[in-house]
């Protein structure tokens, strides 16, 4: 089955660290490019993060940069998203989905709270 | 950045109408090279993760239902749901990605009148 399973989603305090999972499945992971978007409880989404099929490249919306980085680890079939320095902002329902531009398959989400 | 606006931010359609939703961009996304538009439309419904409705403008994905399209060039978009059905109800995000970073509308929501 093709699938995205994320997971590593808490409630953390604000300054604090988190690192979310991806497990992929059912598909080629390794040929394509995965992102992160996000949803903040009750809004729109925003994407948050890129990385290119080898890892060599990443891309990053100006508000996580130097905060949060993107990682892959294509013999797991899986992508990772550390977070440092955590906002109440950064509070939100974080997505994996497939590809770099527009985004075929996404998984279920993984809620990150941010809050004192 | 490049600003993605929807219009309007919801609308309540009867069952079997037409529902047509509008997106905006402050720059051009049309890759004239190709005579591609870089956009893509998104269903969410209540609860649900969003699924990609539309790619490149007008390219319906794989087992989207004919009755949505996509259309407009450049900076203006337009996407339509030729007869709505109960199912249809649900959040419509345009996103595009003609340069990073990748930014999304603010979404329309689609309701039962």
């Known amino acids: 089955e093709v699938k995205l399973v994320e997971s590593g989603g808490a409630l953390v305090q604000p300054g604090g660290s988190l690192r979310l999972s991806c497990a992929a499945s059912?598909?080629?992971?390794?040929?394509?490019?995965m992102t992160w978007v996000r949803q903040a409880p009750g809004k729109g989404l925003e994407w948050v993060a890129n990385i290119n099929e080898d890892g060599s490249e990443e891309n990053y919306v100006a508000s996580v940069e130097g905060r949060f980085t993107i990682s892959r680890d294509n013999a797991k079939n899986s992508l990772y998203l550390q977070m440092n320095v955590l906002r109440v902002e950064d509070t939100a329902v974080y997505y994996c989905a497939r590809r770099g531009d527009d985004f075929d398959l996404w998984g279920q989400g993984t809620l990150v709270s941010v809050s004192s | 950045d490049i600003v993605m606006t929807q219009s309007p931010d919801s609308l309540a359609v009867s069952l079997g109408e037409r529902a047509t939703i509008h997106c905006k961009s402050s720059?051009?996304?049309?890759?004239?090279?190709?005579?591609?538009?870089?956009l893509a439309w998104y269903q969410q419904r209540p609860g649900q993760p969003p699924k990609l409705l539309i790619y490149l403008g007008s390219r319906r994905q794989s087992g989207v239902p004919d009755r949505f399209s996509g259309s407009g060039s450049g900076t203006d978009f337009t996407l339509t749901i030729s007869s709505l059905r109960a199912e249809d109800v649900a959040v419509y995000y345009c996103q595009q990605y003609y340069n990073a970073p990748l930014t999304f509308g603010g979404g329309t929501r689609v309701e039962i009148k």
């Open positions: 059912g598909f080629s992971f390794n040929k394509l490019w």
């Open positions: 720059q051009n996304i049309l890759f004239t090279s190709d005579n591609t538009n870089y």
